[in-house]
């Protein structure tokens, strides 16, 4: 598996040309447009729009706070009482200054990130002790953040956009099946009764082993067949679209315990 900084290149690029796309889709809306539904229940685009800008403003301060040495956070006042504000237009905006926002906010991510030395790339964003959010993570993996946050909510605008990139797919999959060891969601309810284990192999890519015992998880790549309750298989794609709570693309196949194999979004809700 290619490691995140032999794919920064194509990453990169792959995050700019979904940025791009986003930002052509929303510019060609007018402000009914912009106030149009999603395909995410309970959000308009434009609530995707302010997401979005916000995002790139979190992950600018985030990048720059690491590279001075200082402890940061995407919800500095806590995702409890500062996300939903997050999600409307601020005092005196008009939905139009929300795109104009996220346009000029991503240009500036994409300046803090290209002015980072290699050194600076290695370092570890640290987040405060009572405000923890993304976790001890390090600074390369805020790329992939972002790029998982405009493939994503691009295809929830329900503009049409390109499906997922191959680079976003590849990258974002074993990163998001790793990151069960220590998340399983955000937010959202988890069902802690469910207790077992599932095999998730890609047609097209890694199989991996996800147990949960207890409040224990444990996820590991696997060779091959391995024994578990339930076997769930499909594309890599669909794969990543299981773990971010998505629709597919294609139907999964389930071996095993079908009804254990179709709990698994309520064992891990996504994020």
């Known amino acids: 598996m ?11 690029d792959a995050l700019a040309a979904r940025t791009r796309e986003i930002a052509a889709s929303l510019r060609g809306l007018d402000e009914r447009g912009l106030g149009t539904p ?13 997401h979005l800008r916000y995002g790139a403003e979190a ?16 919800y500095p006042g806590g995702r409890a009482d500062e996300r939903l504000g997050t999600l409307s237009p601020r005092a005196g905006e008009t939905p139009f200054d929300v795109v104009e926002g996220f346009v000029a906010e991503s240009e500036n991510l ?6 980072a030395t290699r050194a600076e790339w290695n370092l570890t964003v640290r987040e405060p002790a009572e405000n923890p959010d993304l ?7 805020l790329p992939l953040a972002r790029l998982t946050e405009v493939e994503v909510h691009g295809s929830d605008l329900g503009l049409g956009l390109k499906d997922w990139s191959d680079v976003f797919v590849e990258m974002a999959l074993p990163s998001r099946l790793e990151w ?3 998340r399983r969601t955000n937010h ?42 339930s076997v769930v298989q499909g594309s890599s794609r669909d794969l990543l679209a299981l773990l971010l709570g998505r629709p597919t693309n294609s139907e999964l196949l389930i071996g095993g315990d079908v009804r254990f194999g179709e709990s698994f979004q309520s064992a891990f809700p996504g994020p």
Request: include cysteine; charge should be neutral; charged fraction near 15%.
């Open 2 to 12: 290619a490691t995140l900084s032999e794919r920064g290149p194509a990453l990169a």
């Open 38 to 50: 999603s395909q995410l229940d309970g959000w308009s685009r434009l609530t995707i729009a302010c």
């Open 59 to 74: 992950l600018t301060r985030m990048t720059l706070d690491t590279r001075a040495d200082k402890v940061t956070s995407y």
């Open 110 to 115: 994409q300046r803090a990130w290209a002015s």
């Open 135 to 141: 976790g001890s993570v390090p600074l390369t993996r």
């Open 180 to 182: 069960l060891n220590t």
């Open 188 to 229: 959202r309810d988890v069902d802690e009764s469910l207790q077992g284990s599932w095999l998730l192999m890609a047609t097209d890519g890694p199989t991996w082993l996800i147990s949960v015992t207890g409040s224990s998880v444990q996820a590991l790549p696997v060779s091959g067949s391995s024994a578990a309750t």
